[in-house]
């Protein structure tokens, strides 16, 4: 399962993001060894030194802490998990809102566009 | 093992086919060398293998000026078939193990196995696709140094460039290896990258470490090889 990688951002990022989403939703749990560097890179089909690049970033973030000579494991801190979510979401709210203000959108119906969104997704079931 | 070319030059008769070239490629890192065809690449390539001489420059393996012999550290898939028709694939595999004495025969095994090779099948009885698939065996089976791989995708469908790509990943040992991958297939191999260099007519036109590439500049190695590409071409017919 190579993944596909945009072309603009570079792919340590890319990984990390992909890792910290998982770690977020709660499919990666806190405490949990995450693969090794090699595994890692054998399951992404990227070089392992991008790969250590990754773990260096999310160890600087708080998020993953290397254990030596046992391996890389996710914190076991749920301060810092949450404020990964936080985070996320408000990178992902970000995106949507330019997005809609290109359309030159006003504040009521990017809202108003989203509630009318939600709601047919539930009437879709 | 680290590679050194210094102010290199190889002509083919009045062609230049490497201009004034020099480059030094680290221990534990991948290598992409990019460029069209006919831009240099497998001369390149053949030159660390001690299989062509510069007419002027040196190149060297470690800190050995390279000949023939270098063959001991260099392990080199070449794009051409070298294949004795006759031999099974177990003979081929067995005849390197001869050849070679840093050629690991438990890998060699695995790999078969991984590229889904049958021992008893005979070489002119394989596909393209599966005679490439032997090579890349062959070359990754050896404990060299350095080793130079000449286009190791032509002629393979995305399956199996997806299981290479993995397998080049779990049989490389980073602490001891060079890997020189020559292709214009860049988008495969772009992820497996330390860094990118873009040969150009026998010119080196770029070297460019692939993640400082998209961090700084935004941009893939493709799109970083056909700006540079284009921007030379303007300057040849300019």
Request: glycine share 8%; no cysteine.
């Amino acid at each position: 399962m190579t993944k596909e990688f945009q072309a603009s951002k570079p792919i340590y990022i890319q990984i990390a993001d992909h890792l910290s989403s998982q770690i977020v939703r709660g499919e990666i749990r806190p405490g949990e060894k995450l693969p090794s560097v090699r595994e890692m890179a054998i399951v992404s089909g990227v070089n392992p030194n991008t790969v250590q690049r990754t773990y260096s970033e999310m160890e600087r973030m708080g998020i993953v802490e290397t254990k030596r000579g046992q391996g890389t494991f996710v914190t076991q801190n749920e301060e810092i998990v949450d404020s990964l979510k936080t985070q996320l979401q408000r990178e992902i709210i970000d995106r949507f809102v330019q997005s809609m203000r290109g359309l030159g959108l006003s504040e009521e119906d990017i809202t108003e566009g989203l509630k009318q969104y939600l709601r047919g997704e539930q009437d879709g079931r | 093992m680290a590679v050194k070319l210094s102010n290199v030059s190889k002509k083919y008769g009045k062609e230049f086919s490497l201009k004034n070239v020099s480059l030094t490629f680290e221990t534990g890192k991948i290598y992409g060398l990019l460029g069209p065809n006919g831009s240099g690449k497998s001369t390149t390539l053949k030159m660390i293998a001690g299989l062509v001489y510069p007419n002027s420059g040196k190149v060297e393996v470690g800190n050995e000026e390279v000949s023939r012999k270098i063959s001991k550290n260099v392990a080199y898939l070449t794009e051409l078939d070298m294949f004795y028709p006759g031999f099974t694939v177990a003979n081929m595999v067995d005849y390197y193990a001869t050849q070679f004495t840093d050629f690991d025969s438990v890998k060699a095994e695995e790999l078969l196995k991984e590229m889904k090779l049958e021992r008893e099948k005979k070489i002119k009885q394989l596909s393209k696709g599966t005679r490439g698939r032997l090579k890349l065996v062959l070359a990754l089976s050896r404990n060299a140094p350095v080793l130079l791989l000449d286009e190791p995708f032509s002629g393979l469908d995305p399956m199996v460039r997806d299981s290479i790509v993995k397998s080049l990943l779990s049989y490389i040992n980073f602490d001891l290896q060079t890997m020189i991958i020559a292709t214009h297939e860049i988008d495969e191999i772009e992820p497996l990258l330390d860094e990118a260099i873009v040969i150009f007519h026998g010119n080196i036109i770029g070297q460019k470490n692939v993640e400082e590439l998209r961090e700084e500049e935004g941009l893939s190695v493709l799109d970083w090889f056909k700006d540079t590409a284009k921007n030379m071409e303007a300057k040849m017919n300019g």
